[in-house]
């Protein structure tokens, strides 16, 4: 059987055989002197604990011990048995002692501390800047009655006019919270609707209307349109309540939403704007960052590209021309409700008439090519007044890769397209026939709603008081009267 060999740990012997008795018989021998050495260890270990703590450690802490624990004691223990807890309690007692004093003391100096003159006036907080008091809006208007300037014709000429409208909002620049969270839901009283074409103008344009938004609600501090700049919404500019503010997503039933006040949006020159693109991060497939295409290489991935199995050839301007992804993005945009770069969408007729209808129902679809008459328009149907920052054309420095590759690329192709004879233009005009006719139809849609602002005001719609050269840029665009 099984023999327990004394050991705590439970350490046991088995009688067997002659021939390993013996063995066994060691081992456990062996174990119960480690068990006897051990118990031997331990109480020579009490012992000499209990020596010292009568030699040294009572007479030490005898009268700290008398102090905290005379006469009740402590609860559950003996007096001569706890000796860390009444140096604990002490430390606490004095640790306590000496909070109380030094509270005291500075409680005491700041209550009957007082200055020569008497009491100390309190400081005054600083207010933010208020805008001057604006007229009252009128109730919810249409887009064509947006604070529309009434018909006032001078008589006088034009260098002795006194031109702009007493009774409309008045330009000005907004002290605006930086700190304000960028997801902060703001009221907005009017709002209104954009849809930002990309590489148009749309970093001025969208500049134009955030303004203009400011000012129709009552422009202060709360209203996110107030803090002057593009609309982005990395730098909490973004106007939530312009639909269409940040992003190139069309969201064209905007258009029909009653609680839009207007809606605007800006185009080019479509060829013009295909040669800007392709000179421009994300708006090409060597710097993709939209995604639109596998076989695309992504924005700043060029060496990653370019290692690659198999690898990444950059795409000249040539072969960009013939990508259907890049072609018709003003037809794509208006006609067919989708993101100006999208994959297998071809344009047809049938996409092309629904984009001229849609253009039709915009406020106003400006021009770039005649941008001062086209801000100057927007603050007529708003009812607003312009200011001379408005003019400023705010071009952004987000070059390509292509660009830092050959940077007299541009300007050798903007050359050769000027000539419309060229082979590169008539490719260009034909891949992008669709945006060419829509817009020779926006451009006559333009004319035809300056020349109808300019019959109601006069000369005075073209403020030569703030900007020059609006009038001739309209003309050079739509021919004179």
Same mark, same amino acid.
């Given at each position: 059987?099984?023999?327990?060999?004394?050991?705590?740990?439970?350490?046991?012997?088995? &009688? %067997?055989?002659?021939?390993?008795?013996?063995?066994?018989?060691? /081992?456990? @021998?062996?174990?119960? $002197? +480690? #068990?006897? *050495?051990?118990?031997?260890?331990?109480?020579?270990?009490?012992?000499?604990?209990?020596?010292?703590?009568?030699?040294?450690?009572?007479?030490?802490?005898?009268?700290?011990?008398?102090?905290?624990?005379?006469?009740?004691?402590? &609860? %559950?223990?003996?007096?001569?048995?706890?000796?860390?807890?009444? /140096?604990? @309690?002490?430390?606490? $007692? +004095? #640790?306590? *002692?000496?909070?109380?004093?030094?509270?005291?003391?500075?409680?005491?100096?700041?209550?009957?501390?007082?200055?020569?003159?008497?009491?100390?006036?309190?400081?005054?907080?600083?207010?933010?800047?208020?805008?001057?008091?604006?007229?009252?809006?009128?109730?919810?208007?249409?887009?064509?009655?947006?604070?529309?300037?009434?018909?006032?014709?001078?008589?006088?000429?034009?260098?002795?006019?006194?031109?702009?409208?007493?009774?409309?909002?008045?330009?000005?620049?907004?002290?605006?919270?930086?700190?304000?969270?960028?997801?902060?839901?703001?009221?907005?009283?009017?709002?209104?609707?954009?849809?930002?074409?990309?590489?148009?103008?749309?970093?001025?344009?969208?500049?134009?209307?955030?303004?203009?938004?400011?000012?129709?609600?009552?422009?202060?501090?709360?209203?996110?349109?107030?803090?002057?700049?593009?609309?982005?919404?990395?730098?909490?500019?973004?106007?939530?309540?312009?639909?269409?503010?940040?992003?190139?997503?069309?969201?064209?039933?905007?258009?029909?939403?009653?609680?839009?006040?207007?809606?605007?949006?800006?185009?080019?020159?479509?060829?013009?704007?295909?040669?800007?693109?392709?000179?421009?991060?994300?708006?090409?497939?060597?710097?993709?960052?939209?995604?639109?295409?596998?076989?695309?290489?992504?924005?700043?991935?060029?060496?990653?590209?370019?290692?690659?199995?198999?690898?990444?050839?950059?795409?000249?301007?040539?072969?960009?021309?013939?990508?259907?992804?890049?072609?018709?993005?003003?037809?794509?945009?208006?006609?067919?409700?989708?993101?100006?770069?999208?994959?297998?969408?071809?344009?047809?007729?049938?996409?092309?008439?629904?984009?001229?209808?849609?253009?039709?129902?915009?406020?106003?679809?400006?021009?770039?090519?005649?941008?001062?008459?086209?801000?100057?328009?927007?603050?007529?149907?708003?009812?607003?007044?312009?200011?001379?920052?408005?003019?400023?054309?705010?071009?952004?420095?987000?070059?390509?890769?292509?660009?830092?590759?050959?940077?007299?690329?541009?300007?050798?192709?903007?050359?050769?397209?000027?000539?419309?004879?060229?082979?590169?233009?008539?490719?260009?005009?034909?891949?992008?026939?669709?945006?060419?006719?829509?817009?020779?139809?926006?451009?006559?849609?333009?004319?035809?709603?300056?020349?109808?602002?300019?019959?109601?005001?006069?000369?005075?719609?073209?403020?030569?008081?703030?900007?020059?050269?609006?009038?001739?840029?309209?003309?050079?665009?739509?021919?004179?009267?």
């Amino acid at each position: 059987g099984r023999q327990r060999c004394g050991s705590p740990r439970g350490v046991r012997c088995r &009688r %067997g055989h002659a021939a390993s008795h013996r063995v066994r018989h060691r /081992r456990c @021998n062996g174990a119960r $002197l +480690g #068990v006897l *050495l051990a118990h031997r260890q331990a109480a020579l270990s009490v012992g000499r604990r209990k020596e010292r703590f009568a030699a040294d450690a009572v007479p030490r802490y005898a009268r700290a011990w008398n102090m905290v624990d005379r006469g009740a004691g402590i &609860r %559950g223990r003996k007096r001569a048995g706890s000796p860390p807890v009444a /140096r604990q @309690n002490f430390r606490l $007692l +004095g #640790v306590v *002692l000496f909070l109380a004093i030094y509270i005291s003391v500075m409680v005491y100096t700041v209550y009957t501390s007082k200055p020569e003159g008497g009491e100390p006036e309190p400081t005054a907080k600083p207010a933010l800047r208020q805008p001057p008091k604006q007229p009252e809006l009128p109730p919810k208007p249409d887009d064509k009655a947006v604070g529309q300037v009434p018909p006032a014709i001078p008589s006088e000429p034009a260098e002795n006019l006194q031109c702009g409208n007493p009774d409309a909002l008045i330009g000005r620049i907004f002290q605006y919270d930086k700190n304000a969270p960028v997801d902060k839901q703001y009221k907005h009283a009017v709002r209104g609707y954009m849809m930002h074409v990309p590489k148009c103008g749309g970093t001025a344009f969208s500049s134009v209307v955030r303004r203009v938004m400011c000012e129709l609600n009552e422009g202060d501090e709360t209203v996110d349109c107030c803090n002057p700049g593009l609309c982005d919404v990395w730098t909490n500019r973004s106007c939530k309540g312009l639909a269409g503010c940040t992003g190139h997503v069309p969201n064209i039933p905007q258009l029909d939403n009653p609680d839009n006040a207007f809606s605007f949006t800006l185009i080019r020159e479509p060829i013009s704007r295909a040669l800007s693109g392709y000179f421009y991060r994300c708006h090409n497939p060597n710097e993709d960052c939209y995604h639109v295409n596998e076989k695309f290489c992504p924005t700043g991935k060029m060496q990653r590209c370019k290692a690659a199995d198999p690898p990444f050839v950059p795409w000249t301007f040539e072969q960009y021309v013939d990508q259907e992804d890049y072609q018709n993005i003003y037809t794509r945009m208006a006609g067919a409700n989708k993101f100006p770069y999208t994959e297998n969408l071809p344009m047809d007729d049938t996409y092309l008439a629904k984009a001229k209808a849609t253009f039709e129902k915009f406020s106003l679809v400006g021009m770039q090519e005649a941008f001062a008459a086209t801000v100057l328009a927007i603050h007529h149907i708003a009812g607003t007044e312009p200011a001379a920052s408005d003019f400023e054309k705010v071009r952004s420095q987000m070059l390509s890769w292509n660009h830092s590759q050959d940077k007299e690329a541009r300007a050798r192709y903007a050359a050769v397209l000027k000539d419309k004879s060229s082979e590169l233009y008539k490719k260009m005009a034909h891949v992008h026939r669709y945006d060419v006719q829509l817009y020779e139809h926006a451009r006559t849609l333009f004319c035809e709603k300056i020349r109808g602002f300019e019959a109601e005001v006069g000369e005075c719609f073209w403020r030569k008081d703030l900007v020059e050269g609006a009038k001739e840029g309209f003309e050079k665009l739509c021919g004179s009267a």
